[in-house]
């Protein structure tokens, strides 16, 4: 009985010592947080020492160590103090504060309110806490002195990153007396949001010579908005934004100036609200041009050939960060269409320009230009394309380099679009005794064009993201459709009166695309009836490899013939534009 009753206190004892390890091992996790007792102590110069304290906020389970050390401000060691530094350590268990002892001189010169810097720093088996720099006035007790407090670093010290960042709450009071000490600082701040809730994050009552810069991160550590000046001539900072989740929001403040930092303060707050903001922020520009917003498909700027559109700049509407312009125009087969922007003198912007096809989708290859003229001569843009549908053709222009808001509206340019027609139109006339009322046809001579300067080959362009506006429609691949021909039907009692064009190429960089330079010249195109099999009309191509029939005349369906090609078409449509593409490969030596 006696064994037993010694093999269960042994067995308690036993798990009590395990707890307790166990215990010992999870508050070992958590590292004990040092940091000094003040972060503002004002002496006066006949002191003798200033105190400060380290305190510890948990009872070491082992031995920590941290490392101090003065710094010069406006009071100078050897001058004003004596310089001090050095290691405290915190025995296990020991929570009693270690003082840090700083001799003070006490000269004869009235030179006002000095100060000096004491810091913590290198922790050992521990963290740093708040306040872990203090900056140390000395009053002076000499004739004529005037007491001046110097201000370093703030009370939220250290709040230089995410994880360090200063604790505060939407409409709480401002955190103020806050500096960007030493030179180069940067102080995080982060409070709780709530989904749906507008938070107006601002910096306020900054001294002269400080102009900061605010960035706001979601929650997951990601800019969401930035802000350097509410409006121009005023250097706070406000950013208002509509949370969309529940969570902790960072706001990082820094300074844009390079002055010296000492004295000088700014304060921090976030306000909420319960309604989103409606309104643009404070010193968003005004001067957007007449054509916003058309920064989708769905709301391009109407633009017909011939116009100029003037005064267009790079101011962004709706409260968006960047401004890209969309316009549409109408274009048809055959008609080459260039466009360009002019940038006039004054102006800082730098366009570039893309075309994109009926489907808003970018034609392949790109059809775009940032500079007409290489190296920085000219940041105009100028685009040029031969029409092969009828239909919306997009221009689009954007900045290469997107301007701060401030600076939008110094982003002016002008846009024109011109067309020529490159084709000349023959006139049909009767080749044959056909009596169901064609016109017939002709040969098409070669007649005087005007001259075009066309540009050289479109170098790559700048791409621009417009996912965030619409998601386009994938474009169909230009195919010449080849049907085989039906079986002939006798002619109906009535006609149709149709208007065929027909372009034959040689696709030189396989493209899919008639280029200007690739024309099969001189070849002939044939029109038959395809009920009779009679011939109502034909031509040769032009320079540019194209062949127009106007008004044709048949009783049922026509059929087109290249016997150049073996080509050959049934039209059944009253009006057709019909492209012929050869294959890269060498041609015959000549026509016939």
Known sequence: MILMSFAIVLIAALAFFQLTQLTSSLQAQTPPVLRLSNSNLTVAENVGTA??????????????????????????????????????TFGVNDTTPKQISIAIIDDTAAEGTQSFLLQIFNPVSATLGTPSVASIN??????????????????QEP???????????????????????????QDYFRWWGKAGITYIVTTSNLDAGLDTVLDVYNTNQSLIATNDDVSAGI????????????????????????????????CFGVESSVEPTSTPPPGFPAAADDCEFNSTI???????????????????????????????????PGIYYTCETVIPAGSAADTNMIFWDSNGNPFNPWLGNDDKVPGGLDFGSEVSYLSTYTGWLFVVVGPVNVPPLDEAPLHEYSLTCLA???TPTPTPSPTSSFTGGGTGGTFATATPQPTVAFPTPFPTPTPIDFSAFFTPTPAPPPVVQFQPLPTSTPSGGG???????????????????????????????????????????????NETGVVRFTGVNAAGAVRVVVPFLNYSQVVLSDNADILVRVAPQPLPIGIP
């Open 138 to 155: 000395i009053t002076d007790n000499d004739s004529g002195a005037t007491a001046t407090p110097q201000i370093f670093a703030d009370a």
């Open 420 to 422: 020529v027609e490159s």
């Open 51 to 88: 105190t400060l304290n380290v305190t510890v906020d948990t009872s070491p389970t082992e031995v920590i160590t941290v490392s101090y050390a003065t710094a010069n401000g406006t009071a100078v060691s050897g001058s004003d103090y004596v310089q001090a530094s050095g290691t405290i």
């Open 495 to 541: 006609t149709q009166s149709a208007n065929i064009n027909v372009t034959l190429y040689y696709d030189t960089n396989n493209n899919f695309l008639p280029e200007l330079t690739e024309g099969i010249v001189n070849a002939a195109v044939s029109l038959y009836d395809n009920g009779t099999g009679e011939l109502i009309s034909f031509g040769h191509t």
């Open 159 to 185: 709040n230089n990153s995410f994880g360090e960042a200063a604790e505060t709450a939407a409409d709480a009071a401002d955190l103020c007396n806050l500096t960007f000490y030493p030179p180069g600082d």
């Open 235 to 266: 250097f706070r900072s406000e950013v208002r934004f509509t949370a969309g989740v529940d969570g902790y929001y960072y706001a990082r403040v820094t300074n844009k100036t390079p002055i010296d930092p000492v004295n000088k303060r700014y």
């Open 298 to 332: 769905e709301t391009a700027c109407l633009f017909v050939a011939g116009e100029t559109k003037s005064n267009l700049n790079f101011v962004p509407s709706l409260g968006s960060s960047q401004d890209t312009d969309i316009f549409k125009m109408w274009v048809k």
